[in-house]
């Protein structure tokens, strides 16, 4: 994202409805209609462009994405979207974040965001559709100027060319021509065998490779802005205690301090000109604290808590046949409990925010994934409508679901600290506030299953309970995620999963507590995928039949069951050497289904993975090196979170505090051999950020008992 700017947006008067110049570039956006713009339309209500190029004279072209990058490929890969649609040329594009308005929402959702693995399966399309407008815009033009037919023109690396006489115009040379001309209506997309971005795999966009590799890229940790402060926070240690007092007179003599204050929510903000002074000053401020009850509360008491409601007047997930005559009548039945702990997520870029805030106006530049959410909850707390508050999007440092919060808790830290001062302010976490005190945690889940299958090895019953804290309640997605008790993201990869079962009897329960809690990546599916994948794997044993084997068996749909091939044969399934630490696990999420074989290597009591088969189908790749690349990252990511990762309480506190006592993968952890295979069924795209984690967590366990004989269902997985 070269020529990135702290002053930029493009206000309402400088649009017309189809096209408009803006200094010596040309700002192209059009209105693709959505179910979101009906409204309007019926009411004839202006509507602004929903994507943007611009083009400068001088055939600069840029990019103006509503999506963020933090470290998945995000950028390029839309950018060889539209990229290809215009016939632009790829290297030499330039990316700028995009203000936070409307028409850069996600589509479906009411606000800018990125998450769940929606970027590409849901902007793809209209990203492309702007391309190709476009592009046939700029062929009219050159058609026009020429005085040829449209159909005489080519289009290659940001150029037009005149097929006869093979005369070349700049697409910046154009654009005079095309301020003024009427949209063409129902452009068609190229076709698969004409892209030449599209489809192929393409390593990250040279410019922000040159931009990370040279520290040229500004993440939200690198802002600096003139007369810029920094504030470190003291978090309360036992969660939900209250400040009844404090004294900061020592560390106000310090150099450097600025102010200390109070904020609304619990907490103290150090304010100095650099932020180890702030962080120095913090640890001189003695605070008296009501730590309420919870500080009686720890680990043990809350896992205690959590099974004494399994099998209890519980909210139902799915009900469905006769469970309690399957189960009666049943050849073979096999049950597990599992637990799986609070994890953090541990971005490598601590936490931050820096805002501006002065009078009825505000500056905000930020590395966060719900940048309508943030912005509009700033201006709640700044007192000041949200189209004053300049948003700008910077890099993210990895995220893991940490910067796509939706309580807005660092947020709304950052907005409490700079309300009122007047001068910008970096409310930074450090490591140890991130990972303890003011974490935000993977829910901790306990769950047990019970399943029944005949004598053919057909499944006839699965019964379940699921206990832990929602992810949505007290937050903007509530309303249509909680419904009868229930939190939508309990029941993700659980009661959808793909077998073929007779009879269903699933209920989940979701305690409260001060805990704070924050979607993983991959979300539900972390237990969902265990859970299933294993109860499955240990069916698949009690009834003598090969795990894959019964998982064909047992799943109607032909794209699991071509993948599940896929890997037989990507990692030699069948001639594998019993009981060598062989595991296999399949599991849809975010719209893709990803299946792995892998081998593990169990060697005084520690185990290694050592090998991994994987196969993928989202739809289409449109860049398979980048879905490659997604798998690999979801694979080693998830490898420390089964056998290192976990958060404990002890008596209200949290016991981990930094990478040394909260673990995650090591090099040496990462498999000699990740061989991943993708399948382009050509069915709806499904998203690539997520989907490798949760059939990872489950071919871990499986593999685990085909080495050891033992079922490890507590995470993290510790041998002997």
């Known amino acids: 994202m070269l020529q990135r700017r702290y002053k930029m947006g493009v206000n309402r ?31 004839n209500d202006p509507l602004e462009p929903n994507a943007f190029i611009k083009i400068d004279k001088d055939n600069t072209i840029t990019f103006i994405l509503g999506q963020v990058e933090m470290g998945q490929g995000t950028y390029s890969t839309i950018a060889m979207c539209i990229a290809d649609e215009l016939d632009a040329h790829w290297e030499n594009i330039i990316f700028e974040p995009a203000p936070v308005k409307e028409v850069y929402n996600m589509p479906g959702m009411g606000m800018m965001l990125t998450g769940g693995s929606y970027s590409i399966r849901n902007q793809q399309n209209r990203v492309r559709k702007v391309g190709a407008t476009l592009r046939y815009m700029l062929k009219q033009a050159a058609a026009k100027k020429w005085q040829v037919r449209v159909y005489d023109i080519d289009t290659k690396d940001s150029y037009v060319i005149n097929k006869r006489t093979k005369e070349k115009l700049t ?70 205690a209250k400040i009844k007092s404090f004294d900061a007179s020592q560390a106000e003599k310090l150099d450097g301090i600025v102010k200390i204050k109070q904020l609304p929510n619990n907490k103290i903000a150090v304010i100095a000109n650099h932020w180890w002074q702030a962080k120095n000053a913090r640890d001189l401020v003695k605070v008296q604290w009501d730590n309420g009850e919870f500080e009686k509360v720890s680990t043990a008491n809350l896992i205690k808590e959590y099974k004494e409601y399994f099998d209890t007047d519980i909210p139902v997930m799915r009900k469905d046949g006769d469970t309690n005559n399957a189960f009666k009548t049943a050849h073979k039945i096999v049950e597990a409990e599992y637990s799986f702990p609070f994890l953090a997520h541990a971005p490598m870029e601590p936490l931050n925010c820096t805002i501006s805030h002065t009078g009825d106006s505000a500056y905000m530049s930020v590395g966060g994934q719900l940048q309508t959410l943030y912005r509009g909850t700033a201006a709640k707390i700044l007192g000041i409508e949200a189209d004053s508050i300049e948003y700008y999007t910077n890099y993210l440092g990895g995220s893991f679901g940490r910067r796509s919060t939706p309580n807005s808790d660092f947020i709304i830290d950052a907005a409490f600290v700079s309300k009122d001062e007047g001068y910008p302010i970096m409310t930074l976490y450090s490591r140890e506030d991130e990972i303890q005190s003011g974490g935000s945690y993977r829910p901790m889940t306990l769950a047990n299953a019970k399943l029944s299958i005949d004598e053919k090895g057909n499944i006839t019953a699965l019964k379940t309970n699921l206990v832990n804290q929602s992810l949505t309640r007290g937050t903007p997605f509530e309303a249509f995620m909680l419904k009868d008790g229930v939190d939508a993201l309990q029941r993700e990869g659980l009661d959808d999963h793909p077998y073929t079962v007779a009879s269903h009897d699933m209920k989940s329960f979701c305690p409260q507590s001060p805990v704070t809690v924050d979607w993983l990546r991959s979300v539900g599916h972390t237990v969902s995928a265990p859970i299933i994948e294993n109860i499955m794997d240990e069916a698949a044993f009690a009834a003598d039949i090969d795990p894959l084997d019964f998982r064909v068996k047992n799943i109607k749909n032909p794209r699991f069951i071509k993948l599940l091939k896929n890997v037989a044969k990507q990692s030699d399934w069948y001639n594998r050497k019993k009981g060598s630490g062989y595991g296999v696990a399949i599991a849809e999420s975010f719209g893709s289904i990803v299946a792995f074989v892998i081998k593990v290597n169990v060697k005084d009591k520690d185990y290694k993975v050592e090998k991994v088969w994987g196969a ?97 269902t507590d995470f993290p997985i510790k041998i002997g």
């Open 171 to 240: 697409y910046g040379s154009l654009i005079e021509d095309i301020k003024n001309m009427k949209l063409p209506n129902d452009i068609a997309l190229k076709k698969e065998s004409e892209y030449t971005l599209i489809g192929k795999p393409m390593k990250r966009h040279p410019i922000e490779v040159e931009e990370k590799l040279t520290g040229k890229g500004i993440f939200g940790i690198d802002v600096r802005l003139p007369n810029m402060k920094y504030a470190s926070l003291i978090f309360p240690k036992v969660y939900g």
């Open 13 to 43: 008067r400088e649009f017309i409805k189809g096209t408009t110049a803006l200094g010596t570039a040309f700002i192209v956006g059009f209105h693709l209609q959505t179910k979101g713009m009906a409204a309007k339309l019926e009411k």
């Open 616 to 712: 993928v189908d989202c739809g289409f790749a449109f860049n398979p090196y980048n879905v490659e690349n997604q798998m690999i990252s979801a694979i080693n990511f998830t490898i420390g979170l089964t056998k290192y990762s976990e958060i404990t309480i002890t008596s209200g506190k949290v016991d981990q505090s930094n990478f040394y006592d909260y673990i995650v993968s090591r090099q040496e952890d990462a498999p000699s051999l990740i061989d991943i295979d993708i399948i382009n069924s050509e069915e709806k795209i499904g998203g690539i950020g997520e989907p490798g984690v949760p059939p990872m967590f489950a071919a871990i366990i499986n593999a685990l008992y085909d080495a050891t004989g033992k079922r490890y």
